[in-house]
């Protein structure tokens, strides 16, 4: 299993979860083809909306479903997806209350990574995010 980190705005992960899907640097298929099935998906949103409020939180958990990925037809817009089964009983987190446990923001610098949108967890990051936000794995 592998564990990824996702870095999108909080209501575009709300929509990802309501329907069932991954969706990773505005529809870029690169980074999805990165993910196999069963690999974890954890969600962190800097801001509430794109350009929007500071958010700074772990904002949902899943598996990732199958190996399929496709390309959604949104008129101008046709961004690449996949399916993710998402923890639901899983609660966002703020960073500042996990930061001090996690492998991820040990480096002086670690913010610099996430402008990636898709960074590799450890296992340890994992299973600890895993337990903070509750999922029931």
Do not use: C, N
């Not at 990773?24 to 800097?46: C, E, T």
């Amino acid at each position: 299993m592998t564990a990824w980190l996702g870095v999108v705005s909080a209501d575009h992960v709300q929509r990802g979860v309501g329907l069932g899907i991954a969706q990773i640097g505005h529809g870029k298929k690169a980074r999805l083809a990165r993910m196999r099935a069963g690999d974890v998906l954890v969600y962190y949103s800097p801001r509430d909306t794109m350009g929007g409020s500071p958010l700074q939180e772990f904002t949902a958990i899943g598996r990732v479903a199958d190996d399929e990925l496709w390309q959604a037809d949104e008129g101008d817009f046709r961004p690449w997806r996949r399916r993710v089964d998402y923890e639901t009983s899983a609660r966002q987190v703020a960073l500042e209350s996990v930061r001090a446990g996690l492998e991820l923001t040990a480096g002086a610098h670690w913010g610099h990574q996430l402008r990636r949108g898709l960074v590799p967890l450890s296992d340890h990051d994992a299973q600890f995010l895993s337990s903070s936000m509750g999922a029931g794995w």
